[in-house]
């Protein structure tokens, strides 16, 4: 979400400026000077600004969206021992994420930032992020098993 408020106008008269934004998807309001723009993707909109006389001017303001990420550790882990499964997002918004963990098996719940693991096996985790406005990311967690040592067996006779 981005609040477009930089719409700076050399107009001295009297008159009230009127203000069109296009496109208008992503935009709370397309007609006052610093509307709210929400967008997945980088996106460019103009806006004209005309004064009650016929004036006009036109520009453009061009948002970048830095992509969402998520990184997720990978563990090691030993036979019959749990871990817990860690996450970070560069997510900044006030919306909860939605987590998705595939394949489910060997976690305690897979719609948690930070699952815990057990498993009998050495395991690939993706890890599936969706923000509130639909923006995805993934990332792959490795969980690397550590088989247990054998054990010695004397036998005295």
């Known amino acids: 979400m981005a609040q477009l408020d930089n719409v700076i106008s050399n107009y001295t008269g009297t008159g009230i400026l009127t203000y069109n934004w296009s496109p208008t998807i992503g935009l709370n309001y397309d007609t006052i000077p610093n509307p709210t723009a929400i967008v997945n993707s980088n996106s460019i909109f103009l806006i004209t600004v005309s004064t009650p006389y016929g004036c006009s001017a036109v520009?453009?303001?061009?948002i970048f969206v830095n992509p969402l990420t998520v990184n997720g550790t990978n563990e090691t882990i030993t036979?019959?021992?749990?871990?817990?499964l860690n996450t970070t997002t560069n997510y900044t918004g006030t919306g909860s994420l939605i987590y998705s963990w595939q394949p489910s098996i060997g976690l305690n719940n897979s719609t948690t930032p930070n699952p815990i693991v057990t498993v009998d096996s050495s395991k690939t985790y993706n890890v599936t992020v969706t923000t509130p406005n639909g923006c995805i990311a993934t990332n792959n967690v490795n969980v690397i098993l550590i088989p247990m040592e054998a054990i010695e067996i004397c036998i005295v006779g």
Not at 79 to 84: E, I
């Open 79 to 84: 036979c019959g021992d749990s871990k817990t």
């Open 59 to 62: 520009d453009s303001i061009k």
